[in-house]
Nanobody, 120 residues
Framework: QVQLVESGGGLVQPGGSLRLSCAAS????????MGWYRQAPAKEREFVAR???????NYADSVKGRFTIARDNAKNTVYLQMNSLKPEDTAVYYC??????????????WGQGTQVTVSS
């Protein structure tokens, strides 16, 4: 069974920084891409950033220049460095692994989420 575990969330003041981590475990042969999404109260879940196995990255316009996504393919781990945080960044951040090949199937998986709160 594939599991994604996020960590690194917490409470931070505006302008501060946090680094989120997400590790995928299980019998995994390959992952096409890994990314981060977030969902604030009363809002739909939205895309934040994504990195492919080859290292290509995409960012939402709202976080460009402030967030950086990185991956360690050997560890099936993805990171999100968040700088210059704003109150509007407050949300539950979810890790997603896309195109996970287990040997029998290729599927997407979601983590349980980690809370990020930006407040003074």
């Amino acid at each position: 069974q594939v599991q994604l575990v996020e960590s690194g969330g917490g409470l931070v003041q505006p302008g501060g920084s946090l680094r989120l981590s997400c590790a995928a475990s299980g019998t995994i042969f390959s992952i096409f891409a890994m990314g981060w999404y977030r969902q604030a109260p009363a809002k739909e879940r939205e895309f934040v950033a994504r990195v492919s196995f080859g290292g290509a990255t995409n960012y939402a316009d709202s976080v460009k220049g402030r967030f950086t996504i990185a991956r360690d393919n050997a560890k099936n781990t993805v990171y999100l460095q968040m700088n210059s945080l704003k109150p509007e960044d407050t949300a539950v951040y979810y890790c997603k692994a896309l195109g996970v090949l287990t040997g029998t199937t290729r599927s997407d998986y979601w983590g349980q989420g980690t809370q990020v709160t930006v407040s003074s």
